[in-house]
């Protein structure tokens, strides 16, 4: 599911600064990053849709298009709850209307809203802030929903990659690290991002 190259590569493709959604996607899809406990993590894998005894549909979740933001949340899937990092494909035409959906964090419509945008931090491969800012989008309500029984395509459980991956990274190989291979992200609508309060994506 994953295309990949190197960190050196990916960061010379990446905005320095800006509100951008940054995500590895192609004509028809785009991959989101969530993490589970290890049975929600296997059911999803399983049946290729969230359920089981342990997810609670009547709770949020939480989307993020970025592996760097997605590994800094979950402590490269070692935080509690947090040990399986998935892999999500969904349709474009469906993350496109969660975005032309969303509403921003900390406004008047965010309470009654099933989709709230928030710009937060990007860190790079050390934990360090950067310029940029990263998108999460919270779902819930009949969102969560359609993104379960409408956009989802794929789901793989890549956590042996992101090990990996962060071995690398304490063995201080920096060079030979691999990223899913991210661009800004544009939606076909461009009306969208302002709404959004995204940077402006030059095409």
């Not at 860190?123 to 969560?144: I, P, Q, W």
């Amino acid at each position: 599911m994953l295309l990949l190259e190197s960190y050196e590569e990916h960061e010379h493709h990446l905005p320095q600064s800006g509100k951008f959604i940054i995500a590895q996607f192609d004509k028809e899809s785009i991959i989101v990053y969530q993490a589970f406990k290890d049975s929600i993590a296997k059911y999803a894998v399983e049946n290729q849709k969230f359920g089981g005894e342990d997810y609670d549909f009547n709770r949020v979740t939480r989307l993020k298009p970025s592996f760097l933001w997605m590994m800094y949340y979950s402590g490269w899937a070692k935080k509690e709850d947090q040990e399986n990092v998935l892999a999500i494909r969904i349709s474009r035409k469906g993350f496109d209307e969660i975005l032309k959906t969303a509403v921003m964090a900390g406004s008047k419509q965010t309470a009654g809203g099933d989709i709230e945008l928030k710009w937060e931090p990007y860190y790079d491969l050390h934990g360090n802030k950067s310029e940029r800012k990263a998108a999460k989008l919270v779902l819930k309500g009949g969102m969560l929903q359609r993104y379960n029984n409408e956009y989802l395509i794929e789901i793989q459980n890549i956590t042996p990659f992101v090990k990996e991956q962060q071995q690398l990274l304490l063995a201080h190989k920096e060079h030979a690290l691999k990223m899913p291979r991210e661009r800004a992200y544009a939606p076909n609508d461009l009306t969208i991002l302002p709404k959004l309060n995204a940077t402006t994506i030059s095409l």
